[in-house]
């Protein structure tokens, strides 16, 4: 009898929840320009499950493999109205609601879904450093306040963030894999409440 009560509770530890995916904080409100020209706030994502990227249209290094895995993504989502994508351009002063539709349309990016927003640098800069946690510089600034080279470096993760507006996860952008790291995530929030 005892073999099979040992057995018994060794089996039911296997079918434990999973732990609740990790909390870094809300996303601030903003407020910026949609590709179609139309205003954007944190409140369209009011109880949706959404996934934020962070690029720049004329990007030659990693921008380009982040697309199309987000492409990637899009495809692979649950058919679901409570889903977006959201990528955040890093180069504002280039990157028009016209030259984000443009790279939109090279990526095949359905217009209900999946979002390019663009907006004031310094309020999309912040938003980027203290909402979503991710790394962006310009390279406008040296050391002393000089003016740098111009070279925007900027974070490759997508961001999970969850239907209360809350930071939920990070996942590596540019990894072939991250489809598959992120879907079940995204589904789990789905689920919550």
Not at 14 to 33: I, K, M, Q, R, S
Not at 108 to 121: I, V
Not at 165 to 179: D, I, N, Q, S
Request: charged share 25%; with cysteine; glycine share 10%.
């Amino acid at each position: 009898m005892r073999p099979l009560l040992i057995v018994a509770l060794l089996a039911g530890l296997g079918c434990a929840a999973p732990e609740p995916l990790p909390d870094y904080g809300a996303v601030p409100g903003f407020e910026l320009t949609e590709r179609s020209g139309r205003t954007v706030s944190s409140h369209d994502f009011d109880g949706k499950v959404w996934v934020a990227d962070f690029v720049f249209t004329t990007c030659a290094g990693p921008c380009p493999r982040m697309s199309a895995n987000m492409k990637r993504l899009q495809a692979a989502l649950p058919d679901s109205p409570d889903v977006r994508l959201a990528t955040f351009s890093v180069d504002p002063e280039r990157d028009t609601p016209e030259i984000l539709a443009e790279y939109a349309k090279r990526y095949g990016a359905d217009p209900e879904r999946w979002l390019f927003l663009t907006g004031d640098k310094q309020a999309l800069y912040d938003l980027i450093r203290k909402g979503f946690l991710q790394a962006v510089d310009d390279g406008s600034l040296t050391e002393g306040g000089k003016p740098g080279p111009g070279i925007i470096t900027h974070s490759t993760r997508y961001t999970l963030v969850d239907r209360h507006g809350r930071v939920r996860g990070f996942y590596h952008g540019e990894e072939a894999g991250v489809v598959q790291a992120i879907l079940p995530d995204l589904e789990r929030l789905l689920r919550e409440d």
